[in-house]
């Protein structure tokens, strides 16, 4: 799949499958949110509206208030690629969401995920 494909899907057609993801996991959407709030710096209701919307992966990260400063602490394999070495930064940062979905989804401790 080409990043531009990717970088135009609509976060809105993603975001159930986070969704069903962290429930099926025992998480809760409270969780699913906070998640990416510290990455994003969006709120709930900025969120909702960009789910409304169906704003594209592209239009999410560039709108972002702010991408967390300690984005760089987050490391390891997300779909066979370390993150911390993706050289694109949009993909970096779509790959991130899922790094930390991932972790919410397999029970990481909230601090952890947030890299407090």
């Given amino acids: 799949m080409k ?6 899907m609509s976060f ?7 969704v069903v993801k962290v429930e099926k996991k025992g ?4 969780e699913l949110h906070e998640v ?5 710096g969006y709120n709930e209701p900025s969120l909702q509206q960009l789910i ?7 239009t999410f ?11 760089s602490k987050i490391t390891g394999l997300i779909c066979g690629y ?8 949009l993909m970096q ?3 991130y969401l899922d790094k930390l979905i991932d972790e919410l989804a397999k029970g990481k401790a909230m601090e952890k995920i947030l890299r407090k």
Avoid at 3 to 8: D, E, I, L, Q, S
């Fill in 3 to 8: 990043n531009t494909k990717v970088f135009k």
């Fill in 12 to 18: 809105a057609s993603v975001y159930p499958h986070y």
């Fill in 27 to 30: 998480r809760t959407i409270a």
């Fill in 36 to 40: 990416i709030f510290w990455l994003t």
């Fill in 52 to 58: 409304e919307n169906r704003t594209d992966f592209e």
């Fill in 61 to 71: 990260f560039a709108g972002a208030p702010q991408i967390n400063p300690n984005v």
């Fill in 82 to 89: 370390r993150v911390e070495e993706i050289e694109d930064p």
């Fill in 93 to 95: 940062q779509i790959r």
